[in-house]
């Protein structure tokens, strides 16, 4: 897939699921069901748990039609695993120029962290149209997205980070934003107790607040 097809099916979707599995082998493959039954057929997989990798690869194989990205992504090594798991894409939780780079190289789609006007800046440079804004709430959540976008209106943002079914549709209603990342649909005692209809139910709602606000914007 190239960079502008994943931003699309990205933006198409509206929301990233942050996922974090501590049974990967356990839980990986119902997941990955759950998320595409609520229509939610994407999912940041984070490296804050072990066996992230071997989860991507589940995932992936589990439902072929998913857009299966890697998140915590912290250096080279980490990203060379998770691009040959099969992941897509890669988040990173602020802008280290070098490993965006690596990313690039690779041919993966990346979305660093990025909230301020000099990290804007290098994303600019490194040829980016979409940053993951995080933490979205506690850096200044809407407002300051709309102002970084006066001067940088090139970008479209992902915020992550105190993202609820609460405020989903707010920020989603933002021209700015291409789609918002959370762990609310996915918590660890969602994931844990495996109450995967919960989750269906949880993606659901999210699409619905999706679609509501297209169709209003
Ligand atoms: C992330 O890594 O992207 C965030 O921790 C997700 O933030 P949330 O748990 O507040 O949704």
């Keep these: ?8 099916k990205i933006t198409r979707t509206g929301v ?5 599995l501590n049974h990967p082998r356990r839980d990986a493959g119902p ?5 595409c039954a609520g229509g939610v057929p994407v999912a ?6 072990a066996g992230a990798a071997e989860a991507i690869r589940i995932m992936s194989e589990e439902r072929p039609e998913m ?3 890697a998140g915590t992504v912290l250096t080279a090594a980490q990203a060379d695993e998770a691009l040959s798991a ?12 070098d490993l965006a780079a690596h990313c690039l190289e690779r041919g993966a789609a990346v979305y660093p962290g990025c909230t301020t006007p000099t990290d804007y ?3 600019l440079k490194l040829g980016l149209e979409v940053l993951k804004f995080f933490p979205a709430e506690q850096s200044g959540g809407l407002a300051k997205i709309k102002a970084m976008s006066a001067p940088f209106p090139m970008f479209k943002v992902m915020p992550t980070g105190g993202i609820s079914l609460e405020n989903l549709g707010t920020y989603l209603a933002c021209p700015v934003v291409a789609a918002c990342g959370g762990s609310y649909m996915v918590t660890a005692n969602l994931i844990d107790n495996q109450r995967w209809d919960e989750i269906t139910e949880l993606c659901r709602r999210s699409v619905e ?3 509501e606000v297209r169709k209003n914007g």
């Design 86 to 97: 099969g992941a897509k894409f890669i988040v990173t939780p602020g802008l280290d120029v």
């Design 31 to 35: 997941l990955a069901r759950a998320l």
């Design 67 to 69: 857009l299966v990205g």
């Design 1 to 8: 897939m190239t960079y502008q097809e994943i931003n699309e």
């Design 209 to 211: 607040i999706v679609g």
């Design 16 to 20: 990233v699921p942050v996922i974090k």
């Design 44 to 49: 940041e997989v984070t490296f804050r748990a």
């Design 121 to 123: 800046h290098a994303a």
